[in-house]
Structures are given as C-alpha cells and as structure tokens.
C-alpha cells in the first residue's frame, strides 16, 4: 500500500489534473495565448504558503498578492531553502479559493507541477505563471491560491526494501 501511494497515485493525480485542469494543472500555455485581456475588471490573487512540520525547509512567496486583470499572463515567484544538512525532496500542494474559482485559476508554469530537490542549506527561486480564465464569474473578486510542502520519502531508500 506504502509503495502504491508514494509511487503510483501521484503520477495518476498528476494526469488527472492535467486533463480536467483541477488545482491549475492543465495545460494551458495554447489557451493562454489566445484569451483576451478583460482590462474592465481586477481581481486580487492572494498567495498563502506552509510547511509541514515533517519538512525542514523555509518556504516563502515574493509577494502576499497581486492585482491582475483576467487574461492577464502574470509571473510571480516563491523561495524555498533547506535548512537541513542532507538532501531533501519536498512536494508543494496548492489549493484554491473559492474551490469555484479554481476551474478559472490556469497555471502554465509551477514549482507544484513536480517534486523539488533540495541538497542540504541549498536555496531555490522557483517561478509561477498563471493567468485568470476571463470567464470567472464576476462576483468573484479575490481568489486564494495556498501552497503547502510536503517531506517526500526517500526513493532511494524506498527502492532498495
């Protein structure tokens, strides 16, 4: 079950979000290029960042919102540093709200499209790019994007029972 749930459900998750687009992981690069700029409207993305206990690294984001029109291609960036002395691989969950957003919330670029590999006191910029679908219904205003690491296991280790 161990094995089944570290090396087999996160490649399936990650296929499932890339073809119904749930949590930003669709591919959306094609799309992005052909949405139009709706200037009429702003909504502010707010970005919130968490570390589990399990994890000994630093994580922060650049900036605690931004202010974007729908359509908009916007990049913002988060930093992660290991703390620890040996390597470290660590997996960002985002989440979004409201969750009626999050069909809307397109990221073409993202550190939590993958694992992210730490060696021991290492730092890392890591980039987001996404953009507002501009079909968001217009009572939404403000949506929350929150990203929480995760300590992944050793695969190394893991591989070798």
Same mark, same amino acid.
């Given at each position: 079950?161990?094995?089944?749930?570290?090396?087999?459900?996160?490649? !399936?998750?990650?296929?499932?979000?890339?073809?119904?687009?749930?949590?930003?992981?669709?591919?959306?690069?094609?799309?992005?290029?052909? +949405? /139009?700029? *709706?200037?009429?409207?702003?909504?502010?993305?707010?970005?919130? $960042? *968490?570390?589990?206990?399990? +994890?000994?690294?630093?994580?922060?984001?650049?900036?605690?919102?931004?202010? $974007? /029109?729908?359509?908009? !291609?916007?990049?913002?960036?988060?930093?992660?540093?290991?703390?620890?002395?040996?390597?470290?691989?660590?997996?960002?969950?985002?989440?979004?709200?409201?969750?009626?957003?999050?069909?809307?919330?397109?990221?073409?670029?993202?550190?939590?499209?993958?694992?992210?590999?730490?060696?021991?006191?290492?730092?890392?910029?890591?980039?987001?790019?996404?953009?507002?679908?501009?079909? +968001?219904?217009? /009572? !939404?205003?403000? !949506?929350?994007?929150?990203?929480?690491?995760?300590?992944?296991?050793?695969?190394?280790?893991?591989?070798?029972?």
């Amino acid at each position: 079950m161990f094995a089944f749930a570290v090396f087999v459900m996160p490649p !399936i998750y990650d296929v499932f979000c890339e073809i119904t687009g749930l949590n930003g992981k669709g591919s959306n690069k094609a799309a992005a290029a052909s +949405l /139009h700029t *709706d200037v009429s409207r702003t909504v502010a993305v707010e970005f919130l $960042v *968490d570390t589990d206990s399990a +994890l000994p690294w630093d994580f922060r984001r650049g900036m605690p919102s931004v202010r $974007v /029109h729908p359509g908009e !291609i916007t990049k913002t960036m988060f930093f992660v540093k290991n703390r620890d002395k040996r390597a470290i691989t660590g997996r960002a969950v985002p989440s979004i709200s409201p969750a009626e957003a999050a069909q809307y919330f397109k990221k073409t670029e993202c550190f939590c499209f993958s694992e992210q590999r730490l060696e021991g006191g290492a730092e890392k910029s890591m980039p987001m790019i996404f953009y507002i679908d501009p079909a +968001l219904p217009k /009572h !939404i205003t403000t !949506i929350t994007l929150s990203y929480k690491f995760y300590k992944q296991p050793d695969q190394v280790k893991t591989a070798n029972r």
